[in-house]
């Protein structure tokens, strides 16, 4: 019925909100290890430069 069909549609919708905060966080973390990883290569880069 309507009902059923209105209920099952309200909690499809909740799944996906909660799916796709977790694909926000989850992209979130990796584009932080990224920044880290560039930062890392660029400190590393710099520091041979830096002690000649």
Sequence with gaps: ???A???AD???AKVATK???ARTKHAA???AAK???AKD???AAAA???TK
């Design 1 to 3: 019925d309507a009902k």
């Design 35 to 37: 920044t880290e990883a």
């Design 19 to 21: 799916h796709a905060k």
């Design 29 to 31: 973390k990796h584009a």
């Design 41 to 43: 290569a660029t400190v």
């Design 5 to 7: 069909e209105a209920k």
């Design 10 to 12: 309200v909690k499809e």
């Design 48 to 50: 041979p430069a830096s």
